[in-house]
């Protein structure tokens, strides 16, 4: 199993600003996600992190928006740009050595106001 | 494409009750099948999980057998605690592709 460390667990922020969440893992793993789980609902994948290259997105996420950057095997960052009251949730980074196992950090819960 | 329905919560109970949330879902090929638990505040943590047809994954007095015939992966325990109060959320894999999730079902257990 793998131990995912998410920073910051909560934040206030004003609209119009930029939130970077971290993610770090105890240990190397292959894969690395973002998702995202809006009041009351369930989880949508944002996006694959890749590292070293171009993250992966899923359709209606753009890099514009949600810049991510891998730059190691267990280490990555999620900025949630230029934020809308839309943009409040709890934003989840999940890992694991390979795409049949997913551990998921505890969340980053994200108001904006 | 895959796709996961789970029946709708809240659900509530009183503590020593017995336990079913219904997961089914449509996939194609043989999917593997994970119940995910989220205690309030906190991230999502493996539940239990089952890889083939007729597996039953189990951890912690939660069961969940894995349903081909009927698709379904429904989760279970014979008697519930309070501290089993969480949301509850079931999730398919198929290979090469990523987790689909399930809506969520919130358990509410009354002492």
């Known amino acids: 199993s793998a131990v995912i460390s998410q920073k910051p667990s909560r934040d206030i922020c004003q609209r119009g600003t930029s939130l970077t969440i971290q993610c770090q893992v105890d240990s190397q793993v292959t894969m690395m996600f973002w998702y995202r789980q809006q009041p009351g609902q369930s989880l949508t994948l944002i996006a694959t992190a890749n590292q070293g290259s171009e993250a992966t997105y899923e359709s209606g996420f753009v890099i514009d928006k949600f810049p991510i950057s891998r730059p190691n095997l267990t280490f990555s960052t999620l900025t949630v740009s230029n934020m809308s009251p839309e943009d409040s949730s709890i934003y989840l980074c999940?890992?694991?050595?390979?795409?049949?196992?997913?551990?998921f950090g505890q969340g980053t819960r994200l108001t904006v106001v | 494409g895959d796709s996961v329905t789970q029946m709708e919560g809240p659900v509530t109970l009183s503590e020593e009750a017995f336990l079913t949330i219904n997961c089914t879902y449509t996939a194609t090929g043989y999917p593997s099948l994970f119940w995910y638990v989220q205690y309030p505040g906190e991230g999502l943590q493996l539940l239990l999980k089952?890889?083939?047809?007729?597996d039953k994954g189990s951890n912690k007095g939660f069961e969940a057998t894995y349903r081909k015939e009927t698709t379904s992966f429904h989760l279970e325990k014979g008697s519930v605690q309070v501290s089993d109060s969480a949301v509850y959320f079931c999730a398919l894999l198929n290979y090469g592709q990523n987790f689909v999730f399930g809506p969520g079902t919130r358990l509410s257990v009354l002492p």
């Open positions: 089952a890889t083939k047809a007729d």
């Open positions: 999940s890992g694991g050595q390979s795409n049949t196992e997913a551990f």
